[in-house]
């Protein structure tokens, strides 16, 4: 999993409340467990104009100019500013893999589903909780600045806008320390290889029917 310390990035605003994994990446793209490929799925049935299914190219796809991720402003943008209670509806964790493959690194909202908020932690995606009036400001600076961009810091816990307002959000310790050192549930486990090869050298010399 990539570390995440600091992010100076675009932003890209999507402008609607109870955005739900379906409408992130669509069910019919959930047949692979890889965690890359994701990517051009992602917001498929608002980002084109025909149905997408899986092995299509979607370069040749006709593309919805109305909709934020296709207008040239927001090109290689990878912070998504959102509504209240992203990522609700299904607990698929295909969810993240699709925001991180496009090269989103951060999602700033007023609130976030449980599952989804978890599962971004895991993909070293940040999620931000800012207060509703601070993410219509934000949405107003972004309509009216071309180019607007936001610079997060992970060890200050804040999100810096260029006019220099700086706010600041939780996290917890343990979810904070895994993505400043890219830690998913896996690399943590590994810290104590060491361990488990010796306790696993033990059982094999003391009960070695259990293998």
């Known amino acids: 999993m990539r570390a995440f310390t600091t992010l100076d990035g675009l932003v890209c605003p ?3 409340a109870n955005v739900d994994t379906d409408a992130i990446i ?10 890359a490929g994701f990517g051009p799925n992602l917001f498929d049935e608002w980002r084109y104009l025909d149905h997408g299914e899986p092995g299509m190219d979607n370069s040749r796809r006709p593309l919805n100019g109305d909709f934020v991720l296709n207008m040239p402003r927001f090109q290689g943008a990878e912070i998504l500013l959102a509504r209240e209670n992203f990522g609700c509806g299904s607990s698929r964790e295909h969810a993240p893999w699709a925001l991180e493959d496009y090269g989103f690194r951060a999602i700033i909202a007023p609130s976030f589903a449980d599952i989804f908020f978890n599962n971004c932690y895991k993909n070293g995606v940040l999620p931000i909780v800012l207060s509703a009036d601070a993410v219509d400001r934000l949405f107003v600076e972004c309509a009216t600045h071309p180019g607007y961009r936001l610079s997060i810091d992970l060890a200050r816990q804040t999100v810096d806008t260029p006019s220099g307002r700086s706010y600041r959000f939780d996290i917890t310790e343990h979810r904070k320390h895994c993505l400043l050192n890219g830690l998913d549930e896996i690399g943590l486990t590994l810290r104590h290889a060491d361990k488990i090869r010796a306790f696993e050298a033990h059982i094999a010399a003391d009960k070695p029917w259990l293998l």
Request: no cysteine.
């Open 14 to 16: 999507l402008d609607r």
């Open 26 to 35: 669509p069910k019919q793209f959930l047949k692979s467990i890889k965690r």
